[in-house]
């Protein structure tokens, strides 16, 4: 072999030598991408678990969180299953609501909503914890200074709504918490709904309680929804509903628990893809048998059904309100326009109206009603820096109406245990009969799992002597009438209990002042008057005297709170401030009586001016033997103008006691199941010595009887038993059913002028006495051109 040769082979053996290093290095360098890319998708993953473990909500939604803007009440998010869901949260506020500045917060998130083409879905959730949407800010409609604004204000709100309902994917509202009003609508304009089952989740649309009507829509969605007598149901009481109650009405789809709502709302969502979403114009109630579907058709799904339907609704409603509350009128109307003129007539219909009410007097004062109870609620009625004394344990001295009332709202609405005392097992019983009988309605109608009602029933013990007393916090007493054995029971208490613990009464008309006298710590005495029945009237109107220590009242406030009531305090004095201005309305029905007009007559023209029962329906219900306890302290406290007539007296003699007896003013049996059908006792004139068949002006009726009580209002004031006006009207309103629509004793005054007030009661005081007489607060006011609201 030449060297030439040689040479030739070194070469190929170098270059065969060259590649396999450079093979080796790339096979090297190929291993460690490998490696290097193993070693990164490791990290990743382990990131990726951080990340799960540490935001579980995230990792469920696979979000990949986008913000509208910094600070805004609606926060849109879309999921990596391309589900977005839009986040409602009003900054600072403790409920979510609905006002007038969000239209361009909202809209910029349906932008983003509209402007992704890949999304399969929206959800629409809270994050506030207790509130999905808890109504409209009514403050829009208080700025407003024409029925054209407000109406302004519904349109915009249809609008946006509109765009939520007319959006081609499905859109599914979360809801845990209040959804109610608007908050309602914006729900209903959604494709699907979905509720937890938490406690705090309650549906509702309750506008007409302000002398309103819904304003986005829902007079016309709900009824096509869930069909219009259930709709008319909810929208002429104001009603709330139960989550289960919701879903057996239709109104929700699911009812799911509070952790899985999220995941309930993504999986809806994936259930209606492909589906067209439901459409409230095209909308109709599904009708589950054979015997609903032949009403619907019969009833709601022609022209004449239509009509006969909402005629009967109609005289019914007229037979409840009497024609004092026209936004229950406007809404059928508006409900039958929907149904006749199409669906957007309808909503024109609802915007047009809700201006126009929002205007009306009615409403201005239903609304500063619910100003006053939204204050109330904040208000302590203690100096700042005063500490309540915690209050865990109640005790209930007497299971009678009254103390099973207390008993049971201390239970179902506060949490609190509570201990029964009474004289033997028979009145034990009846209290846990009244508890047991309250949480099996509660079940059966759903609005409660009998797991729940069988654990609250358990913080209920008796005994019929001291036993367990001593670890109560307050005792209140619900026993008779008597000073006497009220001291008596004061007596125990101090001498069973710990020392700091409160005693309160719930004596209607005994003045605290002199209960407290026969305590060893009278700044542990106070009054805690409720009404009956104590589980559905609002008002607690809590007494304190001069040596009432303010922890005390604190303590007293706060539980009344926790209770559910709204609570008022006032100064103590013979029949405080509800009892003394009910003690000369009712007089002066008694004493019409003893004139020779007729019960009915008397009871019809009260109801038709604004008031829940007539006076002497009322004196029936009570009890005429109890009001004639009272009658005598107010009488010596006040004189003529809290002097009784003596009918009460020869009715007790005759054993005529009221409903409890079977007789009183009026009789009682089975053939009188309606209130107006309720024989008059034949006795009654005979007793009263009065000639009969006298007829009276209703307005006279309704004049002398509500003077009287607007009067004493006035002189409370003057008193210093109540310390403010607002303070007497929701105590007139709530504790003794003052019309709501006239705003109550104070705002009555304003409305009319106190320069005319005085001029009517001179006129009634020389027609009918010096008890007309007004009261010298009353003639300063209109002396001087004052107002008692600003």
């Not at 699911?254 to 979403?277: D, F, S, W």
């Not at 125990?492 to 407290?516: K, M």
Request: net charge positive.
């Amino acid at each position: 072999m030449s060297e030439e040769d040689n040479n030739r082979v070194a070469k190929k053996a170098a270059a065969k030598k060259t590649g396999a290093k450079k093979a080796a290095v790339k096979k090297s360098a190929a291993k460690k991408t490998v490696v290097k890319k193993a070693t990164a998708k490791k990290t990743a993953a382990k990131k990726s678990a951080a990340a799960k473990k540490a935001a579980p909500a995230k990792r469920a939604a696979g979000k990949t969180a986008t913000k509208v803007a910094s600070g805004t009440s609606f926060r849109f998010t879309r999921g990596n299953d391309d589900i977005a869901v839009i986040e409602i949260n009003v900054p600072g506020d403790a409920q979510n609501t609905l006002k007038a500045e969000f239209a361009d917060e909202f809209a910029a998130a349906m932008k983003q909503v509209r402007g992704d083409g890949k999304l399969k879905g929206v959800v629409l959730m809270s994050t506030k914890p207790g509130s999905f949407v808890a109504g409209a800010d009514i403050q829009m409609f208080e700025r407003a200074q024409t029925a054209a604004e407000v109406e302004k204000l519904s349109t915009q709100c249809q609008q946006a709504f509109q765009q939520l309902e007319d959006l081609e994917i499905p859109v599914v509202a979360a809801i845990d918490g209040a959804c109610l009003g608007g908050g309602l609508e914006l729900a209903l304009a959604c494709h699907a709904r979905i509720a937890t089952d938490s406690a705090q989740t309650k549906l509702g649309l309750p506008e007409c309680m302000l002398g309103l009507l819904p304003a986005g829509g829902g007079t016309q969605r709900l009824p096509r929804l869930i069909g219009i007598p259930g709709a008319l149901d909810l929208l002429l009481t104001g009603k709330e509903l139960r989550p289960a109650k919701a879903k057996k009405l239709g109104i929700v789809d699911q009812v799911v628990p509070a952790g899985v709502l999220l995941e309930a709302a993504r999986k809806q969502i994936a259930k209606m893809q492909g589906k067209t979403p439901r459409r409230t114009s095209t909308q109709q109630k599904v009708r589950k048998d054979f015997k609903a579907v032949a009403t619907g058709i019969a009833m709601e799904d022609n022209s004449a059904g239509r009509h006969f339907l909402f005629q009967q609704a109609r005289k019914q409603l007229l037979a409840k309100t009497r024609g004092n509350y026209p936004a229950q009128e406007r809404i059928l109307d508006v409900v039958a326009t929907g149904y006749a003129k199409g669906i957007t007539a309808g909503y024109k219909a609802e915007a047009r109206a809700f201006g126009e009410l929002a205007m009306t007097e009615v409403s201005k004062q239903l609304r500063g009603i619910f100003f006053a109870q939204t204050a109330l609620k904040k208000e302590t009625f203690v100096p700042a820096g005063v500490e309540q004394r915690p209050v865990q344990r109640v005790g209930v001295l007497g299971a009678g109406l009254m103390g099973a009332g207390i008993a049971l709202v201390s239970i179902n609405k506060a949490g609190k245990d509570v201990r029964f005392k009474d004289r033997d097992n028979d009145g034990l019983a009846h209290g846990y009969k009244y508890l047991r009988g309250f949480y099996d309605k509660r079940v059966k109608r759903g609005a409660m799992r009998r797991f729940d009602a069988e654990t609250e029933l358990r913080r209920a013990t008796g005994t019929t002597d001291n036993r367990g007393m001593a670890g109560c916090d307050i005792v209140v007493e619900a026993v008779f009438e008597d000073l006497d054995l009220k001291h008596r029971m004061i007596a125990d208490v101090e001498a069973n209990c710990r020392p700091d613990t409160v005693f309160a009464s719930n004596t209607s008309s005994i003045p605290i002042t002199d209960l407290a006298k026969g305590a060893k710590r009278p700044e542990n005495v106070i009054g805690m008057h409720y009404f009956s029945p104590v589980e559905k009237m609002p008002l607690l109107e809590i007494i304190t005297t001069p040596k009432t220590a303010p922890e005390v009242t604190a303590s007293a406030v706060a539980l009344g709170k926790a209770q559910g009531k709204t609570v008022i305090v006032v100064a103590d004095g013979p029949g405080f401030y509800t009892t003394r201005t009910l003690a000369p309305y009712l007089n002066e029905a008694t004493r019409l009586l003893g004139e020779g007009v007729d019960p009915h007559a008397v009871d019809k023209a009260l109801m038709d001016f604004g008031y829940p029962v007539g006076p002497i329906a009322l004196l029936d219900e009570v009890g005429i033997d109890v009001g004639t306890k009272v009658a005598p302290v107010l009488e010596k406290a006040f004189g003529a103008r809290m002097e009784s007539p003596k009918a009460s007296g020869s009715m007790i003699e005759a054993g005529y006691l009221g409903r409890k007896t079977g007789k009183g003013f009026y009789v009682y049996d089975a053939k009188s199941k309606k209130e107006g059908d309720k024989p008059v006792n034949d006795a009654l004139f005979d007793l009263l010595d009065a000639p009969r068949g006298q007829s009276v002006p209703a307005e006279t009726i309704t004049e002398r009887c509500t003077w009287m009580l607007v009067n004493e209002a006035v002189h409370c004031l003057a008193d210093g038993i109540i310390s403010e006006p607002m303070h007497g009207d929701i105590g007139a309103v709530f504790g003794i059913g003052f019309p709501p629509f006239r705003g109550g004793p104070f705002r009555f005054i304003d409305g009319i002028g106190a320069d005319k007030a005085v001029k009517t009661l001179e006129r009634l005081a020389k027609q009918h006495g010096e008890r007309f007489e007004p009261a010298p607060l009353l003639r300063e006011m209109a002396a001087s051109g004052k107002r008692f609201y600003d």
